[in-house]
């Protein structure tokens, strides 16, 4: 360089705010009371706004939770056969510290059903609408597969139309006497469990002979929806 030329002079930068951690807050996602207000989730809420406000732009947020994951809590135990089953909670009021959620529908897991299918034997279907004691509609969704008979020499264990409708008749009927006009939790808590499949199977055994209908094996809730306001 040239000498008497100046130098350079560089501005200090000022160190910049995070304008991400001023205006937002993290808010804890905590279950129903039945599964004892345990901590699922966190979520992102703006500082400054209001509760009402909040609590609308919360209205449309979901979170899906596996029930083992709930369940540990509860029982004081670790259940690892049920992560293939989800609960989804909506998100509905918004506290100082928390959010409160409450129940929305219910899944199993598309893996879970593709290993309960199998060659060499009929699949049964249905759903059925029931009505809690809170006056909400939800759809139940369940299947169910044949089995083979003790007593039978053949590979293949495929139903007749004229018993898988009998079938179908039976556990319809069954379930829809056993969670019609109950509580959501109780409806949720014997569709997670395998309450259907002890007493079903059972059942059904016990009329192979006199009326002809087939054994099933894996009857399974798959599904749980609610039913909109508008739609029947």
């Known amino acids: 360089m040239t000498s008497g030329k100046n130098k350079r002079k560089f501005k200090k930068s000022k160190a910049k705010i995070n304008s991400f951690q001023k205006n937002k807050k993290f808010i804890r996602v905590v279950s129903p009371e039945f599964f004892d207000y345990k901590i699922i989730s966190n979520i992102i809420i703006n500082v400054n706004?209001?509760?009402?406000?909040?609590n609308k732009a919360i209205n449309k947020r979901y979170v899906e939770v596996s029930i083992s994951e709930l369940i540990n809590v509860r029982l004081f135990r670790k259940d690892y056969f049920s992560y293939h089953k989800l609960i989804k909670m909506k998100l509905t009021k918004v506290t100082k510290s928390y959010c409160h959620s409450d129940y929305e529908s219910y899944k199993i897991s598309?893996?879970?059903?593709?290993?309960?299918?199998?060659?060499?034997?009929?699949?049964?279907?249905?759903?059925?609408k029931i009505k809690t004691s809170d006056n909400q509609l939800l759809v139940v969704h369940y299947l169910t597969l044949t089995k083979k008979d003790k007593n039978s020499f053949r590979k293949s264990f495929y139903g007749k139309s004229s018993s898988i409708k009998k079938v179908r008749k039976i556990c319809t009927s069954f379930i829809k006497d056993t969670l019609n006009h109950k509580k959501t939790n109780l409806i949720y808590t014997i569709c997670y469990s395998n309450y259907f499949n002890d007493k079903l199977v059972k059942l059904l055994r016990s009329k192979i002979h006199?009326?002809?209908?087939?054994?099933?094996?894996?009857?399974?809730?798959?599904?749980?929806?609610?039913?909109?306001?508008g739609s029947k």
């Open 210 to 229: 006199c009326l002809g209908i087939l054994p099933i094996r894996d009857l399974q809730v798959i599904r749980i929806r609610k039913l909109s306001n």
């Open 49 to 54: 706004i209001t509760q009402q406000v909040s």
């Open 110 to 128: 598309n893996d879970k059903i593709f290993s309960l299918l199998q060659k060499k034997n009929s699949l049964i279907e249905c759903n059925l």
